[in-house]
Every structure is written in C-alpha cells, then in structure tokens.
C-alpha cells in the first residue's frame, strides 16, 4: 500500500491541485490529510471542498478548530508579520460555508494506520510543535501517553522532518500551501507544494519526501483578485520555489 500524507493547505488552491494531482501520478493508494485546510489564503471553500471530495480522513489543525469558534482577538506575539496573517486568517473565516463548516466539524483529532498515529501538532495539542529541537524527554512523555505506534506523523510546523529515536521515527510532510524560508533575511514563501509518500514495506513503512513546483504567478493573481486584506504584501512574497 502506498500511502500520500499532505497538509498545511492553507487556502492555497493550486498548490492542492498540484501536490493531488502528483499523488495520482505517484499511484497513491489512500491519502491522509493531516489539517489546516481553508483558513489563510484566498481559496477557503474550494480548498474545503476539494478536500472533502477525497474521502479520506482528514486531521483537525488548530486552524480549522479555530475556525469554528467565534473570533479571537489579535495577540501580538512578537513574530513577523502578525498583524497580517491574522487579517487574512479572519477574512477567510467569512468565506466558509455553514456546509464548510460542518465538513471541518468531521475533522479528527487523529488517526490511525496499522503502525502509524498521525495528529497535526502532537497527539495532545493541535498548536504544539514538535520538531528537531523537542527535547526527547517530552518525545518521551508523549510516546508513554499516546501509545508506541513506531510511526508517527504530524504537520503544523509547516517544515518537513525526519527524526528517529530508539527505533520510533516522527515524520512531518511539510507544508502544501504555506512553505515560507528566509531569503536575504525576509521571510517568503516559496511556491512548492510539499507532501510525504509512505510506502507499506515488510517490518514497517519507507518514507519518500515530494515537492511539487506551483505556478507562482497562479497564487499571486488568486491574492490580487480575491478580495482578501493585504493582497499585494501577501502576493509579494510568493517567489518560484
């Protein structure tokens, strides 16, 4: 069985076009959608809906748990470019249906395949991230909490990662609609759609990384035409990735 393993969509429509239709080349089997579909970019609904048509499961980010909610106050943090994410974060909030929102009411805190346990942020918070610099003593506390599915996948850092620890491994696909890097000392956003192919093998799964170019000049006219709050800053900083 081969397994697709995306998400971190973000409202960006051809980005999900194009990382879908590279799984269909690839020969995917079944796909697992790991959250953080609408909210973002200037698709909301028909990223929702693309989503929903697949049919497979599909994890609850902390986007979409706080799409559902009532709106809350921004809260400068001190990273870049706040104000602004959260502008377009609200705006496409608007943009999704009573029927979107009921599609991402369905969302699941996570999943399971034989071997693997995949969530968005860890298994017991949705905004929790967990990257190469988790110490391994809360990897620790997490495995004795949740389980020791020797897998584990998650996404929400927006970052693909591979790190193993006493025969377990975490893996993260990236991001399929929001990449962002620093370039020159800016943060951009480079136009790749990142996913993950697991491959079911004797003893386990084998993990094949995949980046998918987008038409850049795509997502900038989608920003530009859409309506969403700082279009123009927003379309600025996508570059050919």
Excluded at 46 to 54: F, I, P, T, W
Excluded at 66 to 92: A, C, I, M, N, T
Excluded at 189 to 216: C, I, K, M, Y
Excluded at 218 to 228: H, M
Aim: charged share 20%; with cysteine.
């Amino acid at each position: 069985m081969r397994l697709a393993v995306f998400g971190d969509i973000h409202g960006n429509l051809p980005a999900l076009r194009g990382v879908l239709d590279d799984m269909q080349i690839q020969s995917a089997d079944e796909r697992l959608c790991l959250g953080d579909v609408a909210t973002g970019g200037p698709w909301p609904g028909e990223c929702l809906r693309k989503v929903a048509a697949l049919g497979c499961p599909v994890i609850c980010g902390n986007a979409d748990r706080e799409l559902l909610g009532p709106p809350v106050p921004f809260r400068d943090r001190g990273f870049p470019d706040e104000r602004e994410l959260y502008d377009q974060e609200q705006w496409s909030a608007t943009q999704v249906t009573a029927a979107g929102r009921a599609a991402v009411a369905g969302f699941l805190a996570t999943t399971t395949f034989p071997g693997l346990l995949a969530f968005h942020g860890s298994p017991e918070r949705d905004d929790e991230v967990l990257d190469a610099q988790t110490p391994e003593g809360r990897l620790t506390e997490l495995r004795a909490a949740f389980g020791t599915a020797p897998l584990w996948v998650g996404g929400h850092t927006h970052r693909p990662l591979l790190r193993t620890l006493d025969g377990w491994t975490l893996l993260n696909p990236g991001s399929v609609g929001l990449p962002f890097e620093k370039r020159g000392g800016v943060y951009v956003n480079p136009a790749r759609a990142e996913s993950l192919l697991l491959d079911r093998v004797p003893g386990g799964w084998q993990a094949t990384f995949r980046r998918v170019p987008d038409a850049v000049e795509d997502i900038r006219q989608g920003f530009l035409s859409s309506g969403i709050p700082h279009a123009e800053w927003a379309a600025a900083g996508w570059v050919p990735g």
